[in-house]
């Protein structure tokens, strides 16, 4: 069974930096592509980056130049480094699989929270 656990979340001022981590089990985590999604209150889940099982990365126009996609297939664990954190970037943040032909995993996981704030 899909197990998505993330992580690293927090309440961090304008212009801060966080990490969030998120440890995938019960899949083969190297075969698939992976991505960071938030959902900020209010509005639908988006996906913000993506990276493929070679990795190369995609980001939307938001956090393009702030944020960083990366992943260890040995840790079966993604990443995301976001900074020059913006109050408009608070949502839980969300990791799973984007690009199934079956779409995400169903299983998704807590998420994390991101409070950017003063």
């Known amino acids: 069974q899909v197990q998505l656990v993330e992580s690293g979340g927090g309440l961090v001022q304008p212009g801060g930096s966080l990490r969030l981590s998120c440890a995938a089990s019960g899949i083969i985590f190297s075969i698939y592509h992976m991505g960071w999604y938030r959902q900020a209150p209010g509005k639908q889940r988006e996906l913000v980056a993506a990276i493929t099982t070679g990795g190369s990365t995609n980001y939307t126009d938001s956090v393009k130049g702030r944020f960083t996609i990366s992943r260890d297939n040995a840790k079966n664990t993604v990443y995301l480094q976001m900074n020059s954190l913006k109050p408009e970037d608070t949502a839980v943040y969300y990791c799973?699989?984007?690009?199934?032909?079956?779409?995400?995993?169903?299983?998704w996981g807590q998420g994390t929270q991101v409070t950017v704030s003063s």
């Open positions: 799973n699989a984007p690009f199934r032909i079956l779409g995400p995993f169903k299983s």
